[in-house]
Each structure stands twice: as structure tokens, then as C-alpha cells.
């Protein structure tokens, strides 16, 4: 098992711009995420998803899409790249269904960089 | 709403030294779900421990042992003997179950630790 993999492992954007960040996973879970890391703050949650063709928003889902069309793909899309979205990105899965609450397996991130 | 305080931003000990790593929650939800996890200088996350609101009891493990305390609504993290392999970034989260909010996991802003050789 390849766990939970993210692509591209670093992006430079400028502002404007958009692009998605990849995430897949190969265990069957239902439950995945994305949160971003910023100095100081932690990881705060932006979108997350129960199951395919479920979603919902986070704790910090202004300027961000997701969608999740397949168990294993769950694609982070910045519509319109903004500087306060320098960030590293983490998608992350879980086991069981419904909710964060068993062991999360997190991607190795993204770092973001908006110029 | 559900959060999570971690007040050390940041820790520097002394390798051998002992160090806890305070965790305190807010929750009005009766069942709720309490991790730790670990960043080290790599960056990627690492889960060390899981615990429900039902179960009290205290863990160790190796080096590692959690105190879980409703009374005072903490989530401590006691290393032992710290290493210098220890260096790393502690994030301790919550999960409520049934409000809602169940769905999120919510983190703390992480406590860095340096353990000096």
C-alpha cells in the first residue's frame, strides 16, 4: 500500500493563478481531509469528505473547492491564488466511516508558495 | 464549539530530562476523541495515541505516557528520559462524536520540543 499520497510536493504560484493539489488512497477510506499548516496555528481543517460525493467545509474553506467523485481521489482546487495561501497542505484519511475519529494517515504535504 | 489549547509554543529540555507537554480541551459534547501526534523535522505527521471520553485510564508506553483527566479537561503527554530523537513538533487534537461539529478535528497549535544533547 502506497498510503496516502499528495501531489505536487512543491508549487510556486503567483496571485491569480489556480491549480489543484492531488491526493489519493489506497486503504478504502472513507473519511478524508485537507488542512493547511501555518506557523503558530496548527493544522486547521478546509474541506473534508464522509464518502464519494460528500463533502463539506472546514474550519478555513474560503478560496478553496473540493470534490470527491471516487473513494480513493480527493483533489484541493485554489480557484484564484492569493499570498495568505502560503501554506503546507496535508490531505489526510481515516478508517471507518462518518468521522475523524480513529487513527489519521496523512500525506507527506505540499508546500505552496503565492507570490 | 470544540478546541484545543496547547499554551507551551515551545519546550527546550536537557537530554535524560523528563518533560510534559500540557493539553487542555474544550468540549460540550459527551463523547469525544483525544489524539496526539507527532511532527518531527522531516514534517510529516506521525499518530501516537488515541483515547475516548469514556476511558480514563492512563497509558504509557515506553518512554511515552498520557494522563487523561475530565475533571480538569487535559490531555498531558509526559516523555521519559527524553532523546535527542525526541526533537519535534506535538500537536494534540480533538474530535466530538455526536455535535455538530463531530465530523472536524480540531488541532492545537502544537508545542515544539528540543531535547539537547
Known amino acids: 500500500n502506497a498510503g496516502v499520497t499528495q501531489t505536487p510536493k512543491f508549487q510556486v504560484l503567483k496571485t491569480g493563478q489556480s491549480m489543484t493539489l492531488q491526493c489519493a488512497q489506497d486503504m478504502n477510506h472513507e473519511y478524508m481531509s485537507w488542512y493547511r499548516q501555518d506557523p503558530g496555528m496548527g493544522l486547521r481543517l478546509i474541506h473534508y469528505?464522509?464518502?464519494?460525493?460528500?463533502?463539506d467545509q472546514g474550519e478555513v474553506p474560503n478560496g478553496y473547492n473540493v470534490s470527491r467523485s471516487t473513494t480513493e481521489d480527493f483533489p484541493l482546487r485554489l480557484l484564484s491564488a492569493a499570498p495568505s495561501q502560503t501554506s503546507v497542505y496535508f490531505c489526510?484519511?481515516?478508517?471507518?466511516?462518518?468521522?475523524?475519529?480513529?487513527?489519521?494517515?496523512f500525506g507527506p504535504g505540499t508546500r505552496l508558495t503565492v507570490l | 464549539a470544540q478546541k484545543v489549547t496547547q499554551a507551551q509554543t515551545e519546550i527546550s529540555v536537557v537530554e535524560k530530562e523528563d518533560v510534559t507537554l500540557d493539553c487542555v480541551y474544550e468540549?460540550?459534547?459527551?463523547?469525544?476523541?483525544l489524539f496526539w501526534y507527532k511532527q518531527p523535522p522531516s514534517g510529516e505527521l506521525v499518530f501516537l495515541i488515541r483515547?475516548?471520553?469514556?476511558?480514563?485510564q492512563n497509558e504509557i508506553s515506553g518512554r511515552y505516557s498520557w494522563n487523561f483527566q475530565k475533571s480538569t479537561s487535559s490531555f498531558n503527554f509526559t516523555i521519559t528520559a527524553s532523546q535527542v530523537v525526541d526533537s519535534a513538533v506535538y500537536f494534540c487534537?480533538?474530535?466530538?462524536?455526536?455535535?455538530?461539529?463531530?465530523?472536524?478535528?480540531?488541532f492545537g497549535s502544537g508545542t515544539q520540543l528540543t531535547v539537547l544533547p
Open positions: 483515547r475516548n471520553s469514556f476511558d480514563e
Open positions: 468540549t460540550r459534547d459527551t463523547t469525544y476523541y
Open positions: 469528505s464522509v464518502g464519494a460525493g460528500i463533502t
Open positions: 489526510a484519511s481515516t478508517p471507518g466511516a462518518g468521522g475523524p475519529w480513529n487513527e489519521q494517515f
Open positions: 487534537a480533538l474530535s466530538e462524536a455526536t455535535s455538530g461539529s463531530a465530523r472536524q478535528l480540531t
